[in-house]
Every structure is written in structure tokens, then in C-alpha cells.
């Protein structure tokens, strides 16, 4: 069976999730208006930021969303969040609707839905300490913990790795590291059961990126948080999410668990962007072809007909320009891998688990210890 019959035969749709679906996305979109006039202005465009994706996160379950800068991934994040409205598609979080409720009614949905942002410099107050920026979310939501404000506060700078005599300090006085670790204590102090951790190591060191991403891993495994985690580097996602997205240009591409998606890719895309993952085995280095795309990625104000990977895919035939592949389960998947292409990458896996590492600095204590064993 050919790739083009392949896709004309997709199995099922469904995402499957362990356990309940905290998170349900449905074709959300964000569309941002390109006006022109300085008195009297019109629309003459729009950026498709995002445009009808669809996806689910389990309660604990981490779903990282990877691809290029101005894919959509940071706009996904706020949306899920309501930081930004969206101009189409559902957002179900908990079993609520919250995509057009008001803005009044959405502190009690921010209780249980925290955001981490990028930079860990802009994100905090210049002007209020430590204990200020952590205290305020339990203040804004009427929450009294029983030891009061401040002991609850010290509490979660030291779940951070944080000393809490850092309470009467400022932001200024930290570093990158320390700032982004702060930002975390103040997304934990309402007791989230979903964080969107946006891009939060891509502005720190390499060292201290692993230390804040093995301090997500255990702050999930502690208090059973499910993230949705944004990031461009896929060493990253693969040492911390259990299921991957892949966005392009507004489209997620493919979806799958991490095993599954690292080592047998079915979207082009996602095969190109796995070939230039850092690999244990010089010699593997012979074993797998660096895919390097040709041309930039098009402009968002007018995405290409189609598939809108076409214009820079090795595969692209005449289908791909006048009809937009859907996102499905195409024969020869695992249950859960959607791949939206119509000559999709065959499924033999063409790299070994054991060939894709991660940076150094992100090995834990235990995989040290494997690898010495």
C-alpha cells in the first residue's frame, strides 16, 4: 500500500489519554488583524498565529508543544490561559468551558491553571520582594493558609530550592536561575492542577536549565501537576513530556508519545527536525541523514495553500498545494500517533531510542549511575 492510500485510510482521530481529559482544545484558532489608517482604520490582513488545532492533556500529564520560533506555540500557550482571546475553536478545561467566560469568572478557573512565562526577568515585579510576588496570587484569590501568608510563602521558596530568608529580598538581587525559580514558587501557590510552562529554560544556562527541568519533573511527580509544555529544544521535551506535539506555522503536524515519536517520525517535518538531535554514538552520525530544509518558513499573513510544510518538504506533490491533510491515524501507527501528511515517512524506525540523547547537563544523578552500571 502506497503512503497516498495510507492516508486515504485513517483509522481514528481520537487522542487517547491516561486517565481524564483535564485539557480538551478544539479547533482553536487566533487570527491577529492587520490594520491600516491612522483616523479612520481598516482590516487589510491577518496573522494566523494559530489556526484549528486540536489536542488533549490528561490529569499529570505532561504534553510538550515543540517546532520554529512563531509556529504558534508561545499564542497556544496564552490562549489556553486566557492572556489572549481566541477568534475561534473551544477550550474545556476541567470539565468547564472557559473560552468566552468572563473575565470576572475566571479567577476561580486561574486558581487551577498557572502560567510560567519565558523570561524569568520580565515576569517578576521590579518593584515588590520576594514574598510579595509569591503572597499575591493566594491574597488576589481569598486564600488563608493556616501558618498565615508568609510561612506558606517560605514554604514554596524552599519547594523551589530557594533559602526562605530570600523573602524580604527583590528580583534584582537574583539570577536567572534563581528569578525563574521564583516565578515557579509563585505558579505553585494556589495548588494549580495545570501549568503552562512556556519556553521556561530557553533564557537560562545549559546547567541551569537541567536543574529547573528536573525541578518540574519532580514538582509533577510530587503533586501530580499536568503541564503543557512549550519549548524548541527537543532534548528538553523528550527528558520531560510524555506526549509531543509538533507545530508548524499555526498547524500541529503530528502527535505521539515520546518513544513513539522519537524514534519513527511520520511527518517530514518532525523527521527533519529530529535528524538534527545530538546522538550517544559518534557513528550514528553516518547512520542517519541531517535533513536541512531549504527556504524560510512562510509568512503567517499568507500561509500557503494546503499543506503548509509543502513549500520547503522533499515530498510535496501536486495533492499536497490544493488540499490541507488532516490530522489522523494513518495504517501502521500506534494508537494515539496522528500525523497530518499525505505521503507520510514510511513507519521503520530509522533511529534507535539509544541514539538521541540529551545534553549532558540535563542527565540526572540515576541515568549517571545507569550508565556507570
Keep these: 500500500m502506497s503512503a497516498a492510500d495510507e492516508q486515504e485510510q485513517p483509522v481514528s482521530t481520537t487522542q487517547p489519554a491516561a486517565g481524564e481529559h483535564l485539557l480538551e482544545v478544539s479547533g482553536l484558532t487566533k487570527h491577529f488583524p492587520i490594520r491600516r489608517g491612522i483616523v479612520f482604520q481598516r482590516q487589510i490582513g491577518a496573522v494566523h498565529a494559530v489556526d484549528g488545532i486540536d489536542f488533549t492533556v490528561g490529569a ?137 510552562a512556556d519556553e521556561p529554560v530557553s533564557a537560562l544556562d545549559v546547567s541551569i536549565q537541567a536543574q529547573i527541568v528536573n525541578l518540574l519533573q519532580d514538582l509533577q511527580r510530587e503533586l501530580g501537576i499536568a503541564f503543557v509544555f512549550i519549548a524548541h529544544d527537543l532534548a528538553v521535551v523528550r527528558h520531560f513530556c510524555e506526549r509531543v506535539a509538533v507545530m508548524y506555522l499555526g498547524k500541529i503536524v503530528e502527535v505521539a508519545d515520546r518513544q513513539t515519536l522519537y524514534t519513527g517520525p511520520r511527518h517530514p517535518y518532525t523527521h527533519a527536525l529530529l535528524s538534527a538531535v545530538p546522538e550517544a554514538d559518534p557513528d550514528a552520525v553516518h547512520r542517519r541523514e541531517r535533513i536541512r530544509l531549504a527556504g524560510d518558513v512562510p509568512s503567517p499573513v499568507d500561509p500557503p495553500s494546503g499543506c503548509r510544510f509543502r513549500t520547503r518538504c522533499w515530498k510535496a506533490q501536486e495533492r499536497c498545494a490544493t488540499e490541507e491533510p488532516p490530522l489522523v491515524r494513518l495504517g501502521g501507527n500506534a494508537e494515539g500517533h496522528l500525523t497530518a501528511c499525505h505521503f507520510p515517512e514510511e513507519p521503520s524506525v530509522e533511529a534507535r531510542a539509544e541514539d538521541i540523547v540529551l545534553d549532558p547537563a540535563l542527565t540526572t544523578l540515576e541515568d549517571n549511575a545507569s550508565a556507570a552500571s
Excluded: W
Design 60 to 196: 499529570g500529564q505532561s504534553l510538550g508543544l515543540v517546532g520554529e520560533s512563531g509556529c504558534g506555540k508561545s499564542t497556544t500557550g496564552r490562549l489556553i490561559t486566557r492572556l489572549l482571546e481566541p477568534t475561534a475553536g473551544k477550550v474545556v478545561f476541567d470539565g468547564e468551558d472557559i473560552t468566552h467566560t468572563p473575565e470576572n469568572r475566571m479567577k476561580e478557573a486561574r486558581r487551577n491553571l498557572q502560567m510560567i512565562f519565558q523570561d524569568p526577568y520580565s515576569s517578576l515585579n521590579p518593584r515588590h520582594t520576594v514574598g510579595t510576588i509569591v503572597e499575591t496570587p493566594m491574597r488576589l484569590n481569598d486564600i488563608n493558609p493556616p501558618q498565615g501568608h508568609k510561612k506558606r510563602a517560605q514554604e514554596l521558596l524552599e519547594t523551589v530550592g530557594l533559602n526562605p530568608e530570600h523573602y524580604n529580598r527583590y528580583p534584582n538581587e537574583f539570577s536567572g536561575g534563581q528569578r525563574q525559580r521564583i516565578g515557579i514558587a509563585r505558579a505553585l501557590a494556589l495548588r494549580p492542577k495545570l501549568i503552562v
